[in-house]
């Protein structure tokens, strides 16, 4: 049984829960565990696919399609703000969280196992658009409504100090048969992504999430797992008729729950961080569930 089978990942989803329990265990080792994730496996992902890529005008649209996300939560949230009377903070929150998806740490074990090693090219290049719009747009979006300012040249060391987007710009001008040498190593590293992101997401998962907003809560996942999903989908698959392994795994990338990372820069800027937690606590379990869904609904069309 390969170690990326569902049966093995929710049991290392449902270990990791339950090792945050033991005594003596650290309480951050989910972010050691994010850390390494962060610096060796996702890089090495990166190293085997972009240098294969063949740019083209279909290229571009997993790229865009991350923008688009949060392009239309912005517009979306802000009516229900004013039927709901929400604050800023809730607002802001909802288009920061909801507006970017959770393309790597989800993503990537999903799109692996549903569509193999090979095709995660795709994933990557919605990841890296998600990255490049947390480190600008969504910085900047968060200083301006929460506690803090905006720092240019902060925004700029994220960037450059993030080693999968390194990575990415440097991979888009190797040749691929150049790592050949050390693909055995880069095919390891990239292996343990799966099985350490989901026993990290295991140990971050709480059962219970008090002092919410239960229907920006609602609002936001709606959004997120189904509404926007749903607008791409017809737009895609029924309106422009598209077709082919592109379309589909941009599509169940667009479809992933909130981002863990929005959530973390929403709790430094004060963005009502009880909201954008629950969101990525029970975002994440609720989203197997549709994904599974929407994967049915692909093979329709």
Same mark, same amino acid.
């Given at each position: 049984m =390969? *170690?990326?089978?569902?049966? *093995?990942?929710?049991?290392?989803? *449902?270990?990791?829960y339950l090792l945050k329990f033991v005594q003596g265990v650290p309480k951050d080792l989910y972010q050691k565990i994010n850390t390494f994730i962060i610096f060796l496996p996702l890089p090495a992902i990166t190293l085997l696919n972009i240098p294969n890529l063949t740019f083209s005008t279909e290229v571009a649209f997993p790229i865009l399609s991350a923008w688009l996300v949060f392009a239309l939560a912005i517009p979306f949230f802000y009516l229900w703000k004013h039927i709901f009377n929400w604050s800023m903070n809730t607002y802001a929150c909802l288009v920061l969280v909801c507006g970017l998806g959770n393309t790597s740490f989800i993503g990537f074990p999903i799109i692996e196992t549903m569509y193999g090693k090979e095709n995660m090219l795709y994933a990557i290049l919605v990841d890296q658009s998600s990255f490049v719009i947390l480190s600008t747009v969504g910085v900047v979006w968060a200083s301006s409504f929460g506690v803090g300012k905006i720092d240019l040249k902060q925004i700029l060391l994220r960037l450059i100090k993030f080693p999968p987007f390194v990575v990415f710009m440097v991979a888009l001008f190797i040749n691929g048969e150049s790592l050949h040498p050390i693909q055995p190593i880069l095919h390891f590293l990239g292996s343990l992504m799966v099985p350490l992101a989901i026993f990290s997401i295991g140990m971050q998962f709480k059962l219970l999430v008090t002092d919410i907003d239960y229907k920006a809560f609602t609002t936001g996942l709606v959004y997120k797992l189904l509404l926007f999903p749903t607008v791409l989908c017809l737009l895609l698959f029924v309106l422009l008729k598209k077709e082919g392994l592109l379309y589909d795994i941009t599509f169940i990338e667009c479809a992933m729950p909130p981002m863990i990372t929005a959530s973390i820069i929403a =709790?430094?800027?004060?963005?009502?961080?009880?909201?954008?937690?629950?969101l990525v606590t029970y975002g994440i379990p609720i989203s197997f569930a549709t994904i599974w869904l929407w994967s049915l609904l692909l093979n329709h069309f």
């Open positions: =390969s *170690i990326s089978s569902p049966i *093995i990942l929710a049991l290392l989803f *449902i270990a990791g =709790s430094k800027y004060n963005l009502n961080d009880q909201l954008g937690n629950a």
